[in-house]
């Protein structure tokens, strides 16, 4: 099998994004136009038809606590001409499900589509959750090894590398 630096067929983004379990969006301000993706509308629970604009029930997803904090993200970057990426608390609108979306997008600067914010969109509401759980499994085992005044430690063999609890650090006096 040989490689190239072009694929020997061009994929359609859209079939890319869908094949990624990945929405996608596309903002064009100067136009007053907003596109989200099929399955953008779905991580926001937002399929089907209403009377309101599209934009305004995505936005009316967005944890009311994380509106500011993402519009001045997003306009900081713009101004930058940098990327932007967060994570935002959504309440899905068909369902009421939490889901925790990470957005990534960039507002393109020249070329035929300046002045277009376009952007991806991933469910890591798992993602979250695990990272929390972890964090809380921690705290619980620092707590016990203090209440129990056990340290614990590991040894990596294959690196040597070892590892020890701040309680074994305290219980035996190294700072």
Request: glycine share 8%; net charge negative; aromatic share 8%.
């Amino acid at each position: 099998m040989t490689t190239s630096e072009t694929p020997p067929v061009e994929i359609a983004p859209a079939l890319l994004f869908d094949a990624l379990d990945v929405g996608y969006w596309q903002v064009a301000a100067h136009l007053k136009q907003f596109f989200i993706s099929r399955r953008g509308r779905e991580l926001y629970g937002v399929e089907g038809e209403s009377s309101r604009p599209l934009v305004d029930r995505v936005r009316a997803c967005v944890d009311p606590s994380d509106l500011e904090r993402v519009r001045l993200q997003v306009l900081d970057s713009i101004g930058r001409r940098e990327p932007f990426h967060f994570d935002v608390a959504v309440t899905r609108e068909n369902d009421g499900a939490r889901r925790v979306l990470r957005v990534r997008g960039r507002t393109i600067a020249e070329g035929p589509l300046a002045g277009f914010t376009v952007g991806t969109l991933v469910d890591v509401t798992d993602e979250v959750r695990a990272l929390a759980e972890l964090a809380a499994t921690r705290l619980q085992l620092e707590a016990a090894e203090r209440i129990g005044e056990t340290g614990s430690w590991s040894w990596e063999l294959r690196t040597g590398e070892m590892r020890w609890s701040r309680e074994a650090y305290r219980i035996a006096h190294v700072p």
